[in-house]
T-cell receptor, first 114, second 117 residues
Framework: DTGVSQDPRHKITKRGQNVTFRCDPI?????LYWYRQTLGQGPEFLTY????????KSRLLSDRFSAERPKGSFSTLEIQRTEQGDSAMYLC????????????FGPGTRLLVL | AQKVTQAQTEISVVEKEDVTLDCVYE???????LFWYKQPPSGELVFLIR??????QNEISGRYSWNFQKSTSSFNFTITASQVVDSAVYFC??????????????FGTGTRLQVTL
């Protein structure tokens, strides 16, 4: 089985630019999660999808952030008008979708906002 | 609200030493799951183990063992005969709520383990 994949792995952008990240979950995994991890910290939950429905969003997800999973397969996370504080590792995870099961993580996208 | 505390920020050991990573959690839910993940320098979080709140049996998997104690709200992780390849940041995480619903993971701040020759 192919694991969770994320693209790009690294992104450098200037403040004010928009960026979009993609996540491809493990096939047949219905749930998809986005987390953000800053240096020296554990990952923090941003949002999650059950198939194409976005069911929960963290207060960390400001109006500049939007996530989609249009066909219930891959997901995109867009950050508009990036700020230096957005610099972090953005992690995607997926799970089967049957209760409290294990989330499997992708390699992450490391964002640096200059 | 859920909380996970990993008080050890960084641990350094010499290869073949045993090392225990501590994890203390807080939740008001009676149904919850505890996890350990490993994050090597490449950045990808690797799943190690999951335990549910109704199963306090300790578990051993090769050189890894886990000690779950509800009385002290702890879920500690021991590596026996550590190896250089064990060097990584280790995260303890908690997922709580009604069984059958998805639940976000609440992570601790991680413990960086450095194993040297």
């Amino acid at each position: 089985d192919t694991g969770v994949s994320q693209d790009p792995r690294h992104k450098i952008t200037k403040r004010g630019q928009n960026v979009t990240f993609r996540c491809d979950p493990i096939s047949e995994h219905n749930r998809l999660y986005w987390y953000r991890q800053t240096l020296g910290q554990g990952p923090e939950f941003l949002t999650y999808f059950q198939n194409e429905a976005q069911l929960e969003k963290s207060r960390l997800l400001s109006d500049r952030f939007s996530a989609e999973r249009p066909k219930g397969s891959f997901s995109t996370l867009e950050i508009q008008r990036t700020e230096q504080g957005d610099s972090a590792m953005y992690l995607c995870a997926s799970s089967l979708g049957r209760g409290q099961e294990t989330q499997y993580f992708g390699p992450g996208t490391r964002l640096l906002v200059l | 609200a859920q909380k996970v505390t990993q008080a050890q920020t960084e641990i350094s050991v010499v290869e073949k030493e045993d090392v225990t990573l501590d994890c203390v959690y807080e939740t008001r839910d009676t149904t919850y799951y505890l996890f350990w993940y490993k994050q090597p320098p490449s950045g990808e979080l690797v799943f190690l183990i999951r335990r549910n709140s109704f199963d306090e049996q300790n578990e051993i998997s090769g050189r890894y063992s886990w000690n779950f104690q509800k009385s002290t709200s702890s879920f500690n992780f021991t590596i026996t005969a550590s190896q250089v390849v064990d060097s990584a940041v280790y995260f303890c995480a908690l997922s709580a709520g009604i069984t059958g619903t998805a639940s976000k993971l609440t992570f601790g701040t991680g413990t960086r383990l450095q194993v040297t020759l």
